[in-house]
Every structure is written in structure tokens, then in C-alpha cells.
């Protein structure tokens, strides 16, 4: 018998991608809670087309402690949630602040009550680089402080790491890591899974895949006057299923027992920043046309520059970014048309 990991959020993006990346490295055994609030059950048939598995998702609300308890009354032999489930939208966010706050950590007090509840000994948490704030100094290393969160989306993920650090003092046995992701972007290499992007979409990739495959007819760099080496803004993008594998490496390291305290912060990126304009440049490239856009103003919100430093991942877990610029938007551009061609 393969330990079992629970995943939150599984039939969203990145625990879909993290089911995928469990199940290939033949070491783990996966069931998946998610509401499909922001998601559909059809994600796990993607995850079955790829990987060979079925993977069972309780189809509930993690706010719900009484129903979401039950997966472990009949689950337990879990040794490890990974706890992805929570909403994500910065302008939502700061639309509907208290959706947030009461989703995102609602649903992380019942994790790690669950934790307590029913001795889970290891604990892996989504956190976002949104937690530094702007930050003055470049990359960002764990040990750069937090700043004002700019979002209640960036609060409720500084609030949640609280959470977690709190509780292990009353309760040490539970292990657990917070992984700061820096931009997360593309889809699975095959094509066959990626994030279900909403109408509008807000974030880069979404949006330039829109304007790639005709839906939408222009877009707009964001910002050409900031001090940055073409003006536009720069993050540190890196592939969905880097950060997966991350996740598969950062398990392992707490089943292996190899972490030093109860609770460890790990930031995921590239370690390379990228400008918006150099991002245009590289899907022009991949998809070997000019792309519709214009220079605009700059969103109101926007850091300059952010990118991270993660030594400490690649040390400690072991962890290597494996995809580069060119293989994220070849492989975002290949779930578009996978979509377009399955009616997704
Ligand atoms: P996503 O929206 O694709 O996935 C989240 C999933 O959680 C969805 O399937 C949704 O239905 C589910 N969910 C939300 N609230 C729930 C609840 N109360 N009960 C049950 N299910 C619920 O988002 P994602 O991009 O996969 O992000 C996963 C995590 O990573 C989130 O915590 C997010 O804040 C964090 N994160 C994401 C990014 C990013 O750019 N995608 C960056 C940093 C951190
Ligand atoms: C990237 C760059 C835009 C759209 C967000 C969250 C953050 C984290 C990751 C979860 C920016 C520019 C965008 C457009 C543009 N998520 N842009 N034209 O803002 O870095 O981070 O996702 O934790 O918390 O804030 O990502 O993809 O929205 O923007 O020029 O039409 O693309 O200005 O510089 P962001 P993004």
C-alpha cells in the first residue's frame, strides 16, 4: 500500500497538475476534495487520460467540517494533505474581501483542526509570493519580510501562514511546509490539461492565449514607463508542472522526515525574472506570428519587478525548474487548441 495524500483543490489548476505528478512518481496513492466552485469534476478525466488512474474527488465544501471530516473517518490511512483549495482572484478579492477571508481561511482552520483531529503527520501549504508585498531588495528569500499586503487575497495568505505557524506549537506533530509560488503558468507537456481560464481573464498567459487564438481581439501591456530593463513589468514565471514536482520533492521530504523544524517556508520559482514584453516576444516566437497588442497605462496595484530567490528549495528538496520560457507558452498554446478542439 502506497501512503495516501490528500489533495485540496484537486480539479483545479496546480492540484490537478500536482495529482498528475503524485501519481507518476509511483510513490504516492491520491484522492482529491474539491467543491469545484471555481473548477468541474471533468478535470479528473484529463488526469485519468494522462496518467491511467481514476482518482476519486469528494465533491465538497472544506468549509463544511462535519462533511469534509468524513473523508478522513474513511480515509485513515492519510498521511499527508496537500492544501490547495482557496479562492485567487486579486480584484475579486478586493471586491468581495469577506468571500475571502471566510473561504480561504474557513477552509484552512478545518485542514488543520483535521490535522489535529485525525494525526495527520504532514502538511503542505499553497502561499503566494503576494505575501512579500513590494519589496525593495531583489530576488526575495524566505528570510525577506513580509510587506503591506497589496490585496485581501495576498492578506488572507499572510493570515493563513500565521495559522499554520500557530498551530504547531500545540500541535508539533503535524509537519508542515508553506510554498510561496512566484507566477505559475502553461499546462501539462501533452496538451491535455491546463487551467480552466474564466471569461475575463485577468493574468498574462490566459489573456495572450486569448488574443493567440482570435477570442480576443487586442490586449495591452500594462505599464512601459517602469524602471525595468524594456519598462514593463517583471515576474518570475515558471511552469505548472515544476511547481507539481516540487510538491511530489516536498513531500517526500517530510514522509522521509528530513525537515529540521515543525514548520518550513520554501519559496517556488524560477529564479528569473521575465518582462511582459519579453513574454510577447517569446509566444510570437513560439507561435511563429505578431501578436495584437498595444502599450498602455499601468494597472493600478502593479510591483515593478518581483522575482525570487530558490536556493532553498533547490537545495534542501532537491527541486530543479525543468521547463523554460519557451516550453510554458508552447505548452499553454497547446491546451488552448485542445480546448477549442474538445469543446472545453
Ligand atoms: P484554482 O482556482 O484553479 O484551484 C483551486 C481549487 O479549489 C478549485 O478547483 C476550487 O473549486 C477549489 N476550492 C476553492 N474553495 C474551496 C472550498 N472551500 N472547498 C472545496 N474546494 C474549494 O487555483 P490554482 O491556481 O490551482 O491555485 C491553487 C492554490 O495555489 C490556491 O491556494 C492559490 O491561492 C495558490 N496560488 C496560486 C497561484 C497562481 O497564480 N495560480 C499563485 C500563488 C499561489
Ligand atoms: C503579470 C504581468 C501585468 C495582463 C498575480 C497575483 C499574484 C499571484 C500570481 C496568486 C503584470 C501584466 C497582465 C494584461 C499585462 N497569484 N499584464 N497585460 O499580477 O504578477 O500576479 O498572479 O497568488 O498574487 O497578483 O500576474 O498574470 O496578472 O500579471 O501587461 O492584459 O502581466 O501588469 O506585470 P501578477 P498577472
Redesign the pocket.
Known amino acids: 500500500m502506497l501512503p495516501k495524500i490528500v489533495v485540496t483543490g484537486g480539479c483545479g489548476y496546480i492540484g490537478s497538475h500536482t495529482i498528475i505528478e503524485l501519481i507518476e512518481s509511483g510513490r504516492y496513492d491520491v484522492i482529491s476534495v474539491d467543491s469545484c466552485v471555481r473548477s468541474t469534476p471533468e478535470t479528473m478525466d484529463r488526469v485519468e487520460n494522462i496518467t491511467g488512474v481514476r482518482v476519486k474527488n469528494y465533491r465538497l465544501d472544506i468549509c463544511d467540517k462535519e462533511a469534509f471530516f468524513k473523508v478522513f473517518e474513511e480515509n485513515p490511512d492519510i498521511v499527508g494533505i496537500i492544501h490547495f483549495a482557496a479562492y485567487?482572484a486579486?480584484g475579486e478579492s478586493v471586491e468581495q474581501p469577506l468571500m475571502y477571508y471566510r473561504n480561504n481561511l474557513g477552509a484552512l482552520a478545518n485542514v488543520l483542526e483535521a490535522c489535529q483531529r485525525f494525526s495527520v503527520p504532514n502538511l503542505l501549504f499553497?502561499?503566494?509570493?503576494?505575501v512579500y508585498g513590494d519589496v525593495e531588495h531583489l530576488p526575495v528569500s524566505e528570510a525577506t519580510p513580509m510587506g503591506q499586503a497589496?490585496?485581501p487575497?495576498?492578506h488572507t495568505?499572510q493570515i493563513g501562514e500565521g495559522m499554520i505557524q500557530s498551530m504547531a506549537i500545540p500541535n508539533p506533530s503535524t509537519h508542515s511546509l508553506i510554498l510561496r509560488?512566484?507566477?505559475?503558468?502553461g499546462a501539462h507537456i501533452s496538451g491535455m490539461n491546463g487551467e480552466l481560464s474564466p471569461d475575463k481573464?485577468?493574468?498574462?498567459?490566459?489573456?495572450?492565449m486569448r488574443v493567440a487564438s482570435g477570442k480576443q481581439p487586442q490586449?495591452?501591456?500594462?505599464?512601459t514607463d517602469y524602471e525595468t530593463r524594456d519598462g514593463?513589468?517583471?515576474?518570475d514565471?515558471l511552469h505548472v508542472s515544476d511547481i507539481a514536482d516540487a510538491h511530489v520533492k516536498a513531500m517526500d521530504y517530510l514522509v522521509e522526515g528530513r525537515n529540521q523544524e515543525v514548520c518550513e517556508v520554501f519559496n517556488l520559482g524560477s529564479g528569473n525574472g521575465v518582462?511582459?514584453l519579453e513574454?510577447l516576444d517569446a509566444t510570437e516566437k513560439v507561435i511563429g506570428r505578431k501578436l495584437n497588442?498595444v502599450l498602455?497605462e499601468?494597472?493600478p496595484?502593479?510591483?515593478?519587478a518581483?522575482y525570487g530567490d530558490s536556493r532553498r528549495a533547490n537545495e534542501l528538496l532537491g527541486w530543479h525548474c525543468k521547463f523554460n520560457v519557451e516550453d510554458m507558452i508552447a505548452s499553454a498554446w497547446k491546451w488552448e487548441n485542445y480546448q477549442d478542439n474538445n469543446n472545453i
Open positions: 485567487k486579486v499553497s502561499s503566494s509570493c503576494s497589496m490585496c487575497y495576498a495568505k509560488y512566484f507566477n505559475p503558468v481573464p485577468n493574468n498574462l498567459i490566459p489573456i495572450i490586449m495591452t501591456v500594462f505599464g514593463s513589468c517583471i515576474r514565471y518582462s511582459v513574454m497588442y498602455g499601468r494597472r496595484g502593479d510591483i515593478p518581483i
